[in-house]
């Protein structure tokens, strides 16, 4: 199985290609505008299109700014290729749900690469929580200052705290809440390119209190509280590869417990996953994911 990457992002850098190199049975192509210093094994190009119109890549995974994922998704589905976008999938729901028709129709993947839940700190609190007993959680993505030529900055290039971060929030339902009912507050600063949104989910049995800012002091973190007991995960929403994370349990008002875990990149749990389910050509659940986070998306718009 062969993966073209379009783009030479810092997430690609930095946690994406360490995870793809761990495949053996994964070769790679890159299509960049950048200088790259990839082994020169690794082929690569300089155009996206022509990439994928001559590449014998079976899945495109797309790394570049938010405004080009619609046209060059559509453009790899058309040119029969499964398809992997960074979030946000696109940039509103009419967009998404015309990849999921195309890829449905031509019997392709389709997926959004959020990991943040694949990673065991994660999937160790869910395995501890008790789903009859109230659930409460606060989470904060705050980041700082970004230089002024960051795309982020600019709506012709889909940017805004709201675009790039409420994949996030839509997520935290997803995960809590499916397939029941809720209520949503939500608030943003800015209609357009706006630096913070945050939402307030109320259901019978979980609450769910978010922010998301850009131009902040850092902060990276999920709160649960469940059964008299308080998680709090480290670096939540982009957990290192390089370090130990930790989940701190508080047991009443005294006493807490460090659980330390070790180095993981949760896009080798992504990827191991999507390659076996490419290989047994099971599309659908993803599909439905897709097209659940993108409703809630438009909720809380």
Known sequence: MKVLILGNSSIFQRKIFPS??????????VASRRKNNFNKNIKTYKSYND???????NIVYISLINSKHFKLALFALKNNKHVIIDKP?????KETNKLINYADKKKLFLSEAVVFHEHDRFKNIIKKINKNKKTNISASFH???????NFRNFIKFGGGCFNDMSTYGAYLI????????????????????NDFFSLRVNSRIVNIDASFKFNSDYKNEIVIENN??????????????????????????????KLSFQKQ?????YFSKIF????????????????????IKEKIQ
């Open 20 to 29: 793809l190199i761990k495949f053996k049975k994964i070769s790679i192509e």
């Open 228 to 257: 008299s007991k308080k998680y709090l995960i480290n670096y939540a929403f982009s957990p290192p590869i390089d370090k130990k994370t930790y989940i701190i349990t508080q047991y009443g008002k005294k006493k807490e417990y």
């Open 51 to 57: 990439s994928i119109k001559k590449s014998d890549a």
């Open 265 to 269: 990149n949760a896009f080798d749990v």
């Open 89 to 93: 999938f696109t940039l509103n729901s």
């Open 174 to 193: 997803f995960l809590f809440l499916r397939k029941k009912k809720y209520e949503i507050k939500k608030e943003h600063n800015k209609k357009n390119l």
């Open 143 to 149: 980041i700082p200052k970004l230089k002024k030529n």
């Open 276 to 295: 076996s389910l490419i290989k047994k050509k099971k599309y659908k659940f993803f599909y439905e994911e897709i097209k659940e986070i993108s409703k």
